[in-house]
């Protein structure tokens, strides 16, 4: 028995795949991310001293304005979202800036750009929060997005950093897994231990980035935490 074409038939063409979008990262991260550059850059070339200064009391998150010392102003209600935006020098910058993108995408792509937004500041006021319960009069100014984006690394670990592909682009995969589940799994407490023992030696011993200034590591757990246990608020119907 033999197959035989007929000369009106036109074999069919292979398919070709779909092509994968050169930059994964979604627009609203990359938002954040000029954002975050462009305020770093006005603050370094367009301010003086003093007009930074200006900037930095009015932006950043001072503990010690919550201690009923101080008048209520605009900026006691400003300062816990706007700090997200500031960052102590390029080298705090970049590395925010390469962890908002690695976590950042994955979970913007999962729950869309309202949600991230709010979960953005959510987990930076949640972050701002302990830092302030731990040193409620400190003086120092509370800068960076490490806050929120330790948050976005709490949100990852709720999925055990599990990613689908939706319309070629990754996205964190599966619901959000119970705490007791996700604390059984190998690779999510070894991420938290490692997550861990960097922010705490980063704290007490001033080594990483921004080694000069001290490094908020109870910002970086209020954070982690709120977005580890609040990420299941965040995601809409799955169908």
Request: hydrophobic share 55%; with cysteine; net charge positive.
């Amino acid at each position: 028995m033999t197959n035989e074409q007929s000369p009106h038939d036109t074999p069919a063409l292979p398919q070709n795949p779909p092509r994968e979008p050169v930059f994964n990262i979604p627009g609203i991260v990359l938002l954040l991310v000029a954002l975050c550059a462009a305020v770093h850059i006005i603050r370094v070339y367009l301010l003086t001293i003093d007009q930074d200064t200006a900037l930095l009391l009015r932006t950043a998150f001072i503990p010690v304005r919550y201690s009923g010392i101080f008048e209520i102003d605009i900026y006691v209600f400003t300062a816990p979202f706007t700090y997200t935006f500031l960052h102590g020098g390029w080298l705090h910058l970049g590395i925010n800036m390469i962890w908002l993108a690695v976590f950042g995408s994955p979970l913007a792509n999962r729950i869309g750009v309202a949600r991230f937004v709010l979960f953005w500041a959510v987990t930076g006021v949640a972050a701002a929060a302990l830092h302030w319960a731990i040193h409620p009069l400190a003086q120092g100014p509370l800068i960076g997005a490490s806050g929120a984006i330790s948050g976005m690394m709490g949100a990852a670990a709720r999925f055990a950093f599990r990613i689908e592909r939706r319309g070629g682009r990754a996205a964190f995969g599966g619901p959000a897994l119970p705490v007791a589940l996700v604390l059984r799994s190998r690779t999510v407490v070894t991420f938290l231990a490692f997550w861990m023992i960097i922010n705490l030696a980063t704290g007490f011993y001033g080594f990483g980035p921004g080694a000069d200034a001290a490094i908020a590591w109870e910002a970086h757990i209020g954070g982690f935490v709120a977005g580890f246990l609040g990420i299941p608020y965040f995601l809409g119907r799955r169908r």
